[in-house]
């Protein structure tokens, strides 16, 4: 991983291949799928909705491991989200504020850092090993965005945060004050990259990468069935390893 906490890979012919054969897997699975879009019916989230293999086959199309820069592993279903135009639109879930977060910082997160019980306390509850996406559909459209280096700001707030607390009982402590800091500063000292990226491309982020999504501009243009992006995040043993390994 480069030192701004992503990288991106290909054109490569073995991604190319995956993704084609995901694709045709991915419009089956939105075919047969009863859930329901979020923001306005223009985000389809699709956790889990991808059939691949823990080798991360579909179909008999094998994953392009020897195209990245990554030990081969056992992988969980891919993520499918898929993004349509007039990305994003205010829905019941969500508050104005959420939303004009989400129109206006993208939505920016740090994944695995979820919102627990009635206080959406935020605790670190998946501690993924990296991110990978691997677009599926040929367009350009509301890409995916990273802060280049926020993963060092990141690393070192929740560290300071989670020192005093026995290693064991980090998963349940609450991280919401010191993460909207280091956000706050991200904001204020990271340079904000659009990573848009076509079939055969892949692109790696550092776990604790600040991310989000653009909102769709009026003139993007995408097939009809949107902006189709696969997301691969397999989790580490634990917290410890997911702030102290590279």
Not at 55 to 67: L, R
Not at 74 to 100: M, N, T
Not at 218 to 246: C, F, N, S
Request: with cysteine; aromatic share 8%.
């Amino acid at each position: 991983m480069v030192n701004g906490g992503w990288r991106r890979i290909g054109p490569h012919p073995a991604i190319a291949a995956w993704a084609g054969a995901a694709r045709t897997a991915a419009l089956a699975s939105l075919a047969a799928s009863d859930e329901p879009w979020r923001c306005g019916g223009t985000w389809f989230v699709g956790v889990e909705a991808l059939p691949n293999a823990p080798d991360g086959s579909i179909d008999g199309t094998p994953f392009p491991w020897a195209a990245l820069p990554l030990a081969r592993e056992p992988l969980h279903r891919a993520q499918l989200s898929v993004i349509r135009p007039g990305y994003p639109q205010p829905s019941p879930e969500e508050s104005p504020a959420a939303f004009a977060f989400r129109r206006d910082r993208d939505a920016a997160h740090l994944d695995g850092l979820l919102a627990i019980g009635p206080q959406k306390a935020r605790m670190l509850k998946e501690p993924h090993a990296w991110i990978l996406g691997l677009p599926l559909t040929d367009t350009t459209a509301a890409p995916l965005t990273i802060w280049e280096g926020s993963h060092h700001i990141l690393r070192t707030a929740l560290r300071q945060a989670l020192a005093p607390h026995p290693p064991a009982t980090w998963a349940d402590i609450d991280l919401s004050a010191p993460y909207q800091a280091a956000r706050r500063q991200v904001f204020a000292t990271c340079r904000r990259i659009a990573l848009p990226a076509r079939p055969g491309e892949a692109t790696l982020l550092h776990r604790l990468t600040l991310h989000g999504v653009a909102a769709w501009q009026p003139q993007d243009r995408a097939p009809p069935e949107g902006r189709m992006i696969a997301y691969l995040r397999p989790q580490l043993p634990g917290v410890q390893a997911w702030l102290t390994a590279p």
